[in-house]
C-alpha cells in the first residue's frame, strides 16, 4: 500500500506558536478589570453622594421654623392695644395714558422693577408721526424762506446804494432812490414776518413731539410693577375717560421701600395711640415674624358708621416678604415699658435641638439649600416647643429630621 505524501509546509505550520492568542486574553482580561474598578467608583461615589458627604450629594430632610410669637390680646406684654389692618404701600399709582389710543406695546409684567421715567408701554401712533414729519417740513420751509429774503435783501441794499450813488453824479434820480429803498424795507418786513413764522412753526412741532411723546407711558417713580390691567391691542384712555370700551389704567405701580399698616381703631381705645408711638405689626402669610414699626399718622376724622379712626403704622424695616393688601395684625407698644419685659424669645421645635457633649446646636437651611452648624443657648421646653436664650432671632428654617447624618455644609431637600 502507497503512503501519501506529506506537506511539510502543514506540518510546519502546525509546529508555529500563536502569539496573538494570548495577547488578546489578557486584553480583554486588562478590559474586564477596568470596568469593575469603574463600577466601583461610581457606586462608591453614588453612596457618598446619597450620604450628603460628597459636593452635590443631597439629603432628605424636614424642616420647621423658629417663632418669635406675636403679642396676643388687646394687652399682652408690653402691649396697650391690638388692631387688625391691610399692608398699603405708602406711594402706589395705577399708571394711565394721557390719550386715548391702541396699546401696541407692553415692556413690563407683574413683578417687573421699574426706575423713574422707565419706558412702560408704547400706544399706536403712526398719525402724531406724521404730524411731526409735517411739523418738521413746515419748520424746514419757513428757514428756507428766510435764506431767501435775506439773499433778496441783500441784492436791495445794493441797488439801493447804487441808485444814491448815481443821484449824487447827477445821472439819477431821486424817486428811483425811493423806489429801491422802498424795495430794502418791504424785503426786511418779508424777514421778520417769515422769522415769526418759523417760530411758529417751531411751536408747532413742540406740541406735536409732545403729542407723539404722550404714546409713550413711562413710570412716574421708582418702583415694582404690581399688576398689569391691559393687553397689547386693547384700547385705552386717561382714567377719567375710561368707558366700557377702552381701558383705564394700565398697570399699577407700588414703591414698596415704604410701607404702611393701615388699621382701624376703635374710638373708645384710640386715646392710647399716639403719634410716634413704637409697635410691632405680623401679617397673616408670616406669624412667626413681628415687624418692628412706630405710628406715623393718625387720621383726624372717624368713621360715624364704623365708630373708628384709621391709624398708619409705618413699618421701619420692610423686606421683600411684605406685598400691598396683605392680612396684619398691629400691637401697639407702651412706651413706659421696661425694654427687658416686651422682649420675647424664639421658640423652636424640640426635634430641631441638637447636642453634642456640653454644646447645643441646631442645623439651619440657607437660601442655598445648604445647611450650616448653629450654637444656640436654650431654655425652658414647653408642649414639645424649647426656648432660644440665644443664637436665632426667628424665622430662621432649621432642620427637624434628616434621612443621614448631617455635616456642614450638606445640600438638602425639602419633600415636594
Known sequence: MTTPPRNATADIDRLRID???????????NVAILATLLILVVAAVAARMRSGLFPGGTIDVET?????????????????????????????????????????????????RVERGDLLAELSSENLRAQVAQAEAEVA??????????????????????????????????????????????????????????????????LARAELDKTRIRAPFTGTVLRKNAEIGEMVAPVSMGGSGSRGAIVTIAALDSLDVEVDVNEAYIGRVRLGQPAEAVTDAY????????????????????ATVLVKVEIMRPDARLLPEMGAKVTFLDETTPAQTTKRRVTVLEATVQRDGDATFVWLVGTDGRVTRRTVQVGNTTNGRVEIASGLEGGETLVSKAARPLRGGAKVRTPA
Request: hydrophobic share 40%; proline share 3%; charged share 25%.
Open 19 to 29: 502569539r496573538d492568542r494570548p495577547r488578546r486574553s489578557s486584553r480583554r482580561r
Open 64 to 112: 420647621s421654623v423658629a417663632l418669635r410669637p406675636a403679642t396676643a390680646g388687646g394687652a399682652g406684654a408690653g402691649g396697650v392695644l391690638t388692631a387688625n389692618g391691610y399692608v398699603q404701600a405708602r406711594r402706589s399709582a395705577a399708571v394711565s395714558s394721557e390719550i386715548t389710543g391702541r396699546l401696541m406695546r407692553l415692556h413690563v409684567e407683574a413683578g417687573s
Open 141 to 206: 420751509v419757513r428757514n428756507a424762506a428766510i435764506v431767501e429774503a435775506q439773499a433778496e435783501r441783500n441784492d436791495a441794499e445794493n441797488e439801493l446804494g447804487r441808485q444814491i450813488e448815481l443821484k449824487a453824479r447827477g445821472l439819477g434820480t431821486q424817486s428811483a432812490v425811493d423806489a429801491a429803498q422802498a424795495r430794502r424795507d418791504l424785503v426786511a418786513a418779508r424777514i421778520e414776518l417769515t422769522g415769526q413764522q418759523v417760530v411758529a412753526a417751531q411751536a408747532t412741532l413742540r
Open 287 to 306: 406669624p412667626d415674624t413681628a415687624f418692628v414699626a412706630r405710628v406715623r399718622q393718625i387720621v383726624p376724622t372717624s368713621d360715624r358708621q364704623k
